[in-house]
C-alpha cells in the first residue's frame, strides 16, 4: 500500500482554529499552501451529516478582497463577469474573473457590503495572484481603494439542513428572513457586527459567518457553534468532505473544472456571465468571439459511472471504441447519492445526457454515462421542515 | 489499532499470515486507519500468479486509491469477494479481514517486520 497524502510542511500558513483542529484530533493536509483538516471523524459521516443535520468547517483559508470608493462599482463591473449593477445592499453574487481570453483568473463571491463598497471571496490557492491580477488590472482607476483583508477574518461555515437552527442559538438576528445568496450584520457568540452570510459550498443551506481571526475567538465560536448543534448530530467537517459536498452539487472548484487554460462557455457557467450588461469586462471579447465562432468545442458534463469503477481527477475519458476524448477534472464516489459520479470535459458531440463513454481506470476501460448535473439538489425549501418556524 | 503477533507485516501496510506455504494477506490496522473510508476493493482472479512484492489489486477510500502488494509470490488460492459488496469490512476489522490467500512459492519480500517492529516502524511514519 502506497498513500498518496502529502504531508504538511512547516512552511505552511494556519488559521485562527489550527489548535482546535488538533485537538479534534483532525488529520491535516496541505491544501493551497495551508495546513487545512481533510477530515475528523470520517469523511462519509462528515458528508452525511450535512446532508441530513448540520456541519461546521473552518473555511478561513478563503481570501477576501475589498472594493471601496466611488468607482468601486464601476471597478467590479470591469473585473467580473457578472453583472454587479443589479445586486443590492446585503446581497451576494457567484461571479468570475477572467483573463483577456476568456479562461479564469478565478471563481468569485461578490458581496455588496454598502454602496461603494464590496467585498470578493476569492480561492485559498490562488490569493496571491489574484490580488495582484486586481491591483493590475484595476490599479489606474481612480476613487478607488483594494485591501486584501483575507487576514482579519475566521470564516466558519455551518451548513445542512439544521444549520439555521443551530445558529438561531447563537445570535439574536432573526435568521429565517435572510434569503440565500444574501447576508447581514448582527450579534454572534456576543461578538458585535458579525458578517452573517447565507450562503456555501455544499448544495445544502447554510450559513457562512466572519469573525475577527484571532485563535481564541475562533476557538471560543467554534466551540459554541459545535454546542449550539448537538442535539443535531453536528459534526466538525473537513476538506474531504467540502469536496464531496461541493460535486454531488456540481459545483466548480479552482484548479479542477476551472482554470486559466478553460473559458466560461466551456466550463458551462454562462448563466454567471452577463455578455449583455452594458460594459466591455476583462474577456468578454475574446468570450464574444468564440460565441461568433459557433460556440466551445468542449464542455464540462456529469459522468456516472456504469460499470464497477471509480473515475477520479485526472482520468482519461474515451469513447466506446477506445479514443480518447477527454479528462475527468474531479470524480469520487459520492455519499450523499451512492453512485461514482465525476465532472469531465467532452466534446460537444459527447455533451447531452445519456451519451455513453467509458473512463480509463488504471489500464481498464470502464463504461460511463453523460448525466445532467447537479447530480444532487436539496430539497425545496417549501418542503424542508427546517426552514418553517 | 492493533497488530497481532503472528503476522508478519510489509513496510507497504500489508499484513501476512504464513501457514506451511498458504498464504493470508491482508492490510493493516495502520493502513484503514490511514486511508478512512473505504469504498472499493479490487481483487485479483483465483488464479492469478504473482512475484512478490507485485502489485495484486488496490483499495479505495472516498479520496484515495492504494495499490496493494503481495508479500510473498504464488497462486492465487481464493479471493475475498465479500469486499466486492462490504469493503467497510476492512475499516472495521482489519486484522480479522483478509484480501487474498495464496499458494506461496519463493521467499517473501526482504524486510517484513514483526509485530513489534511494524509498530515502532508506523510509530515513525505518522511522526508520533
Known amino acids: 500500500m502506497s498513500d498518496s497524502h502529502s504531508n504538511a510542511a512547516a512552511t505552511l500558513r494556519r488559521t485562527g482554529l489550527y489548535n482546535t483542529h488538533l485537538a479534534h484530533k483532525a488529520r491535516m493536509v496541505d491544501f493551497g499552501g495551508w495546513e487545512m483538516p481533510v477530515q475528523y471523524s470520517g469523511l462519509i459521516d462528515e458528508h452525511m451529516a450535512v446532508r441530513t443535520g448540520v456541519g461546521v468547517f473552518d473555511v478561513s483559508h478563503m481570501g477576501d478582497i475589498q472594493l ?62 489574484d490580488v495582484q491580477w486586481v491591483r493590475q488590472t484595476l490599479g489606474g482607476m481612480g476613487g478607488l481603494h483594494i485591501t486584501d483583508v483575507s487576514d482579519y477574518y475566521t470564516q466558519i461555515a455551518i451548513q445542512g439542513p439544521k444549520a439555521m437552527a443551530t445558529l438561531q442559538k447563537l445570535t439574536p438576528v432573526d435568521l429565517a428572513p435572510i434569503k440565500n445568496y444574501w447576508f447581514t450584520w448582527g450579534q454572534v457568540c456576543g461578538l458585535h457586527n458579525v458578517l452573517i452570510a447565507r450562503t456555501g459550498y455544499t448544495g445544502e443551506d447554510g450559513f457562512e459567518i466572519y469573525i475577527p481571526s484571532d485563535a481564541a475567538t475562533s476557538a471560543r465560536v467554534w466551540a459554541e457553534v459545535l454546542a449550539a448543534g448537538e442535539e443535531f448530530g453536528i459534526l466538525p467537517c473537513g476538506l474531504g468532505a467540502r469536496n464531496t459536498l461541493r460535486l454531488e452539487s456540481a459545483m466548480a472548484l479552482y484548479g479542477h473544472e476551472i482554470s486559466d487554460k478553460l473559458n466560461v462557455w466551456e466550463a458551462n457557467l454562462g448563466r454567471y456571465c452577463k455578455m449583455d450588461k452594458g460594459v466591455d469586462f476583462v474577456g468578454r471579447e475574446a468570450l464574444r468571439q468564440v460565441q461568433e465562432r459557433g460556440g466551445p468545442s ?23 471504441e477506445g479514443e480518447p476524448i477527454g479528462t475527468i477534472t474531479s470524480g469520487s464516489p459520492a455519499p450523499f447519492v451512492k453512485k461514482n459520479i465525476a465532472l469531465a470535459y467532452v466534446p460537444m458531440g459527447f455533451a447531452e445526457p445519456g451519451a455513453e463513454v467509458a473512463v480509463e481506470i488504471r489500464g481498464q476501460r470502464v463504461k460511463a454515462v453523460v448525466v445532467a448535473t447537479p447530480f444532487y439538489k436539496r430539497p425545496k425549501p417549501a418542503t424542508d421542515p427546517a426552514l418553517k418556524r | 489499532m492493533s497488530y497481532p503477533e503472528n503476522y ?5 501496510h500489508e499484513w501476512m499470515l504464513l501457514e506451511g506455504d498458504s498464504a493470508t494477506v491482508g492490510i493493516t490496522d495502520y493502513a484503514q486507519e ?10 485479483p482472479k483465483v488464479g492469478a500468479e504473482f512475484e512478490a512484492g507485485a502489485t495484486f489489486g488496490s483499495v479505495e477510500s472516498v479520496k484515495a486509491v492504494s495499490d496493494l502488494y503481495t508479500p510473498v509470490g504464488g497462486t492465487v488460492t481464493a479471493v475475498n469477494s465479500v469486499l466486492n459488496d462490504a469493503p467497510e469490512n476492512l475499516n472495521k476489522a482489519a486484522n480479522e479481514t483478509w484480501v487474498i490467500r495464496l499458494a506461496a512459492k519463493g521467499a517473501p519480500v526482504e524486510g517484513l517486520l514483526s509485530a513489534a517492529e511494524y509498530q515502532k516502524f508506523v510509530a515513525d511514519e505518522s511522526g508520533h
Open chain 2, 34 to 43: 490511514s486511508l478512512g473510508d473505504i469504498v472499493f476493493v479490487e481483487l
Open chain 1, 68 to 129: 471601496r470608493g466611488p468607482n468601486s462599482l464601476a471597478a467590479v463591473q470591469k473585473l467580473l463577469m457578472n453583472d454587479a449593477s443589479r445586486l443590492q445592499v446585503g446581497q451576494a453574487q457567484y461571479s468570475a474573473m477572467l483573463y483577456p481570453n476568456g479562461t479564469f483568473v478565478d471563481d468569485v463571491v461578490l458581496h455588496k457590503l454598502s454602496e461603494n463598497d464590496y467585498l470578493i471571496v476569492i480561492n485559498a490557492g490562488t490569493r496571491e495572484k
Open chain 1, 298 to 320: 468542449k464542455r464540462l458534463v456529469g459522468l456516472e459511472m456504469v460499470e464497477r469503477g471509480i473515475g477520479r481527477d485526472g482520468y482519461p475519458v474515451l469513447s466506446l
Open chain 2, 8 to 12: 508478519r507485516y510489509a513496510k507497504s
